[in-house]
Every structure is written in structure tokens, then in C-alpha cells.
């Protein structure tokens, strides 16, 4: 719960210093949204392959120069994996995930976008058809990732968007062996109000 909290608290403090920088340098008004779409997870571990998920939350769209924006998020991520050898077998780590993403406009309706992802775990299980069991002690709390994106409004208010994050640190507890990272390719919609 601590670090649930640190995310929000991560994600407040970015949007009060970026409210304040685009008061400042821009007279553009701070945008507010929603966004979601598929995952599509996996995990560097040779025993899995990718698996499908979603992901959904809002944003803040905050100018801070003609071309650039800073757009903190808090999304909820359905990451993991599926079993290579047992097809009905996965592996759910859902996320609470605290994107920070710095957009370059290269038109005014296509943007660029990278910047770091803070994700909490909110969920750890392995499910199969026989029912789930909880894989707490084997996976940490925290992930943390570096994204890449873009985005294209075809109207003001509403866009198509699509990002890859991959995974920075070992997502597995006292792990002896090659590090375990999370990689999520995400494709969705977008609104501004």
C-alpha cells in the first residue's frame, strides 16, 4: 500500500511542477484524459511467450514549451505471461504503473514520446484451468521501465496511441539467476476533455 501511495505522490508532485513550468513558458491550457487498449506482456524467461492484457487510466497533458508537453499518467497494466509448454497456464502481474512520458509534437496532431514507468503490483498470480495460486513471495512489489511512444490526434479531442516500456530491473525475489524483466507493447484510444 506504501508504494501505491509513493505513486500517487510520484504523479502529483509531477503534475503540480509541470502545472507551475506551463504557467510560465505557455499560454496552452493543461488537458485532461483517459486512455485505454491491449497489451500485449511478456517476460525475458525462455519458459514463456507473450499473452494479451489490458490497460486503462487518465492523464494530464501539461504544455511546457510550443512543442513539448510533459503527460504523467496513472494507468492500470495487466502484464505477465503464458507458459510455452502448458497453453492454459499464465502468469497475471497486474500493475498500477506511473508513466512520466515527455511528448515532442512533430506536427501539431503526431507526437513523440519517451520517459520513465514506475509500476506498483497490485496482483500476482499464476492461473491455469485447474484455478489460480498467489505468487507473492516470488515477485517484487515494484517494476520500473523506460517507455517509447507516439500518438496521433485525429481530432482534437480523441487519438490513437502506442508505446513500448521495457523493463529496467529483476521483477523476481532473491533471483540467482539472469535477470527477469517485463516488456509491454500497448496500443489504444485516447480522450481530452
Do not use: C, W
Request: glycine residues 12%; positive net charge; charged residues 15%.
Amino acid at each position: 500500500m506504501k508504494k501505491l501511495f509513493l505513486g500517487f505522490a510520484i504523479a502529483a508532485s509531477s503534475l503540480t511542477f509541470a502545472q507551475e513550468k506551463a504557467k510560465a513558458s505557455t499560454s496552452s491550457p493543461v488537458r485532461f484524459g483517459i486512455k485505454a487498449g491491449l497489451n500485449v506482456a511478456s517476460i525475458n524467461d525462455n519458459d514463456f511467450k507473450g499473452k494479451a492484457g489490458i490497460y486503462g487510466g487518465f492523464f494530464a497533458n501539461i504544455p511546457i514549451a510550443s512543442s513539448f508537453s510533459i503527460q504523467p499518467e496513472v494507468l492500470y497494466n495487466g502484464a505477465g505471461a503464458k507458459y510455452k509448454h502448458l497453453s492454459d497456464v499464465r502468469l497475471n502481474l497486474d500493475y498500477i504503473s506511473v508513466p512520466v512520458m515527455v511528448q515532442y509534437n512533430v506536427l501539431p496532431e503526431l507526437y513523440l514520446e519517451a520517459g520513465p514507468q514506475f509500476s506498483f503490483a497490485v496482483n500476482k498470480k499464476v492461473k491455469g484451468d485447474g484455478g489460480s495460486v498467489d505468487v507473492d513471495n516470488l515477485f517484487k512489489g515494484f517494476d520500473f521501465g523506460l517507455g517509447l511512444g507516439a500518438g496521433y490526434y485525429f481530432a482534437q479531442n480523441f487519438g490513437l496511441t502506442a508505446r513500448f516500456v521495457a523493463g529496467v530491473v529483476d521483477i523476481a525475489e532473491n533471483n540467482p539467476g539472469d535477470a527477469i524483466r517485463n516488456s509491454l507493447f500497448q496500443v489504444g484510444v485516447a480522450y481530452k476533455f
